[in-house]
């Protein structure tokens, strides 16, 4: 295969560090140009994350030595792909100019996971979805704004995608336990999560229940028709390093007979027909998305977030219950934040852009 | 006043250490002996936790010294109560051996929570089961056993309580962020618990739905005709030091027109009449048993645990949203689990048992 | 006692809300004005910290109504005193304005510690120290700057001094667990301490090395000897709420005998005499400077932060032991670093300077 | 090369299960059988720890089924090697039982590390004391017994090794933060090392002040002659998963004229000669088995505990100073106590033996 080029855009955060690692480490792809705001621009990589990376791997030799452009397209060598971990608000204007640019966005930012033609990701769910990149194409520029979902999101999703496609849902109650990660550096002050647990973090329950709509909603003519389930979700933040745990009670439209039969379809879940057609050659996709654990006190983040055939991005399920009546569902997940719910999520998604052939 | 003589149960664990301290400092009660398992027996109270002592108090002196007995009534002086911290498995025989030789006991054990006769009491919110005691007295012994709910039961029910008596109640989704301290020492293992979170706790589950419904009952004659609404609970364990964390999504009967009102009648619950005839008199009883926090990030454990002009005896309460649809409250609490949990329920427990003379 | 008015810089941080929170309580003092930077002035102290609010205590009701004023000497109230915890570069300036405006500066901040006629003082060991502030009066301003010491200095010199004054010192080894509340709000990030140990803390160890030979030297005509020998600190930040946690390795000048005798030392040390002479009007001054424990395990950040007849105040030691050879001395110890090495800190300096009748 | 056919003792415990999983993946290695005490003897391997597996990777397929072997030379297969992870206390005999019954056991217990003619290696600083192998087939059995240094002496030792070759070493100051991982399962209550530090762990000190001096002795005739310096050690106990952090102090014989020599000496060290001859096939010895790093504020204990080309086998060193003289070091090392400390130095101990043929 034809390497692809690629530019990182906010490549000193947390999300942009592993990017840069991973990137840097997959046959498919050439890091051209790393990029940050204008405190970074100028310095070389490794001097300005000499007290602040945060991997426990050291700094790809060959990025160490480059010099950290500043985010704007005419910056910035050209390239096929801009994977772009920019903070919403500056992702706002900026990922509009890369489009515009010509390049394709592979974008973390939450800034367009809304906007009406951008397609909201996670292959396994709707790679049909990509088919939106033809309609930006067609009325709006060269490149294309391509969005991952929040990384609470993803566990979400594809646990509800089968169950969904199953049983009907007609709402959900989820709860989640994040981890210190997601909030970045420097993220939740030391002092504040340490031997405490903190119920809220802004903006997440209202992107939570917005993206998994969108991500399970049928792609109809030139737009996402969106799942029609009302979520209420309680988001809170507790002292782990890594892997977000979070809890579902899933009102169902149809009876579930047999609780094992829930455990068997989420276990037997692969991805729609439209993702399974390139599945062996992305080297991102695990084997199985959803790993279905029967000890009666998994999944853990400690010791579930690296699961799966690809470390980090399997999702794994344990504990399904039935709730109060025989049309509820009650179950845990652990999902690892800044793999499958950031930069993983960013490669798999452009190995399938590039699949599609749209990159 | 009179002060009641007692002995401990099990007070070398980590509640039966918290009971020592606070009965010491009590000016109602004289602790007349200790006792404990034989492994304990006749060692001295300061050589026996020389090592494992966990209050960040000093043992106080006139315990110190005190030689620990062995768990028999004809071991122990002779007392008006017994409090006791039994592991459930020996509460289950004990127990009786010494209502039948003529103790009170307030027990935070769980082996008699759900006996017929046994009230399982929060004072705010049933101080009127206590009339089960004369049935026992009348049938059984001269004796009596009193029991105190699980430490996560007391924050559901109590915030339960008032919205049941408003809204009425068709079901509850709970979700609990639970404490180390819960576990006690040994408890769950550093190795487990450290940057993790771990989705089970034995039995738990089970107690929590089924506590609540006795607590939420009525007294009829000669039994408890327990609360008739299903809950689903996930209880989880965090790397927290003290105080459970909980979300409840509660199911009402009536439409919630105004979330407001939801706040309202939780900050203004003060406990039912047959409580409040009593409540100045109570040095444990705090002055609002629930306390709602306006912030958008509370209650947090490190926070809001010593919350209450009783300190660690209030239940902080926050997030009061409505949830999917109008007949739905989702919230957020915080209770403290070894003290409104444990040793405070257990002397705000026996503090009511002597204002209404049984003791 | 004739209240003193205040005014707290800083008031916003994270040792101005406990300054706030103490000082409020005390009974010789009255804020008459709560300053902090452009950010926050304008505000009402509550406004300003609904969601940052650190303490698990709420704020105090008459201070959470009270308007922020900006840190400029013509903007907040005349008062007696300026409790400041102001940053070291804002201090550098501001205090000397103040203390031009007349204000008696206690001062938290490490600016003007070194200053050759500022005093840097922990009462018991070096009251007589705050003889330096009529120096500053014959030649500078009618205000004052009297400092208190970083926060690991205090255990660090307090168990010094004592070893000092008996054995003679040839040099120290320090090793520091240094709790994340040292590191303020934001303070060391959430994802950077979890689950970690951090070997290392901007500008720590040469304070530290050097603010305890000023604290242990003599005043000699209108300037401190400093004492004479070397220190090699290693400071660590570990994954703790509060609490400095210390080994102290000491090669002393004189041979140690009895190992036991510097146990006795240490228990028996109560102050120096220009501090025994007002000691027992100072409220914030705990019985015991230094607690001695014998438990194997012991001092231990959880049970020991908090020791003292003044919680928080003093110092615990434990672990004594010979070191490699018959003249060192091995050892742990445990101070609150956000109340003797911060707020507490500057209350005990306040009542000591007004029993002395500087302000 | 023929597979070495090996059997585990105490395989069900924190260091069995990690000998368990990566004995598993080692191509030298056939595991014929897995042992453990009564209490799980006659369990399926998976059974046995079905909730209870503490690795963030699952249980090898083929041990999972395997039946659980009681501790008996007659009970478990005749195997080349028997790797123990027994406690100290059962080790004592059931190794004797097993070198006579011919097994050459290589050790992690330190029931036999100080016998006169048991080797204590760690194969980069001592492979020529592997020798003594052949005095106790001469004299004692046809098996043998080999021994693993105390998780905590391995940083100490390596690092020691080659300063103590080119300056000599007077004394050391040791001091450990040690991570949770080291006291097993149940190990240290959740309860009271969560936001803590625990300054004492039994016996660790005593190993680690005994141990270092038999690594770095000298094999001369029959016995080691033990290097002669003495280490005053503070071992604690902190809230950390995996990976002991140590600060060492070192005073030197010679002066340090350059520190940066230092430096470069602990960054060359390879290994002694006797261990180079065999270093290029010994899959689990590291490139380099001590990094050195140059950031002011690592190694850290999350960063750098996975370090080295076999992860988790090479210790990180880094702020490599000078003390408080000419003549002394002050540093901070890093080491994975349950690989480099554990399991790790398990397979490269029996690597080694291999090598030399007395396997």
Redesign the interface.
Same mark, same amino acid.
């Not at 507790?238 to 390093?241: A, I, N, Q, S």
């Not at 000890?295 to 690296?306: M, S």
């Given at each position: 295969m034809k390497k692809r080029s690629c530019v990182i855009l906010a490549s000193t955060g %947390?999300v942009g560090q592993r990017l840069v690692y991973m990137l840097s480490q997959h046959p498919w792809f050439d890091i051209v140009d790393i990029a940050a705001s204008k405190r970074s621009a100028g310095l070389k990589y490794k001097e300005r994350l000499? &007290?602040s990376w945060?991997? &426990?791997v050291d700094i790809p030799e060959e990025i160490a030595e480059m010099k950290i452009k500043l985010t704007e397209p005419n910056e910035v060598e050209k390239a096929d792909i801009a994977f772009s971990a920019l903070p919403s608000k500056e992702a706002k204007q900026l990922e509009l100019d890369f489009a515009k640019a010509g390049y394709f966005i592979q974008s973390k930012a939450s800034a367009h996971r809304q906007d009406r033609d951008v397609p909201l990701i996670i292959p396994e769910l709707n790679a049909d979805h990509l088919e939106l990149v033809k309609l930006q194409r067609d009325t709006k520029w060269s490149g294309a704004i391509v969005t991952d979902p929040n990384c609470t999101t993803v566990g979400l999703a594809m646990v509800l995608k089968p169950i969904y496609d199953e049983f009907g849902i007609k @709402?959900v109650?989820a709860?989640t336990?994040q981890a210190? @990660?997601g909030?970045?550096?420097?993220? *939740?002050?030391?002092?504040?999560?340490? &031997?405490?647990?903190?119920?809220?973090i802004a903006g997440e329950e209202e992107k939570v229940e917005s993206e998994v709509l969108k991500i399970l909603g049928n792609l109809e003519k030139d737009s996402i028709i969106n799942a029609g389930f009302?979520?209420?979700s %309680?988001c %809170?933040r *507790?002292? *782990?390093?890594d892997g977000h745990?979070e %809890?579902l009670?899933i009102n169902t439209k149809e009876k579930i007979e047999d609780i094992q039969k829930v455990e068997k379809i989420l276990g037997d879940f692969k991805g729609i027909p439209e993702f399974l057609k390139y599945k062996e050659n992305l080297t991102y996709a695990p084997k199985d998305p959803i790993i279905v654990r029967k000890?009666?006190?998994?999944?853990?983040?400690?010791?579930?977030?690296?699961a799966g055939t690809v470390p980090g991005m399997a999702i794994s399920v344990?504990?399904i219950?039935k709730? *109060? &009546?025989n049309s @509820?569902i009650?179950l845990?997940l652990i999902s690892h934040n800044t793999i499958r719910g950031a930069a993983g999520a960013s490669l798999l998604g452009a190995e399938m852009a590039i699949m599609k052939n749209y990159i």
């Open positions: %947390t000499k &007290d945060h991997l &426990d @709402s109650i709860n336990w210190i @990660s909030s970045g550096i420097p993220g *939740v002050p030391g002092l504040l999560i340490n &031997d405490n647990v903190i119920p809220f009302p979520i209420a %309680t %809170t *507790v002292p *782990v390093t745990f %809890t009670y000890e009666i006190n998994r999944p853990q983040p400690r010791l579930d977030r690296l344990g504990r219950r709730g *109060v &009546d @509820s009650n845990c």
